[in-house]
């Protein structure tokens, strides 16, 4: 409840605003390393940090293989304002209907109205107290 409320509401509704003027892309890091995958329920905040910059520790084959496409999503980024590119699954731009969240777990795949059921309150909640409206995906 409580990441839904600060993190995954706050990221899924920024990337919708911020679609109405730019490109925009979401993301939502669920990938827990193969040595602590019994340990950990999921993804610690700020978990997708190593991956994106090239910075596990003694990481195992699949752990290397998501840390290299983190690393190719963040460098064609830089580059080209797009972080799409061969080989990485594709990941859309963000619209103001929905973010188009690409979660990152054993399989990388972009989740149409990730948590959308989940959300709806904290979206009803703000268009009730801001008058600013959600449009629904």
């Not at 919708?16 to 993804?43: E, I, M």
Request: glycine share 6%.
């Amino acid at each position: 409840l409580q990441t839904d409320f600060i993190f995954t509401s706050a990221v899924s509704a920024l990337a919708r605003f911020a679609a109405r003027t730019v490109p925009t892309y979401a993301l939502h890091f669920d990938y827990v390393d193969q040595a602590n995958r019994d340990k950990s329920p999921g993804a610690s905040h700020c978990a997708d940090t190593g991956y994106a910059m090239g910075m596990l520790r003694n990481p195992a084959p699949k752990d290397t293989e998501i840390g290299r496409m983190m690393e190719s999503y963040l460098a064609n980024f830089i580059k080209t304002g797009d972080p799409n590119g061969p080989g990485l699954p594709a990941w859309p731009q963000s619209s103001p209907k929905d973010a188009n969240m690409l979660v990152v777990r054993d399989t990388t795949a972009v989740e149409p109205n990730f948590r959308g059921a989940q959300l709806a309150t904290w979206f009803r909640k703000w268009t009730a107290d801001f008058g600013e409206p959600f449009e629904k995906p």
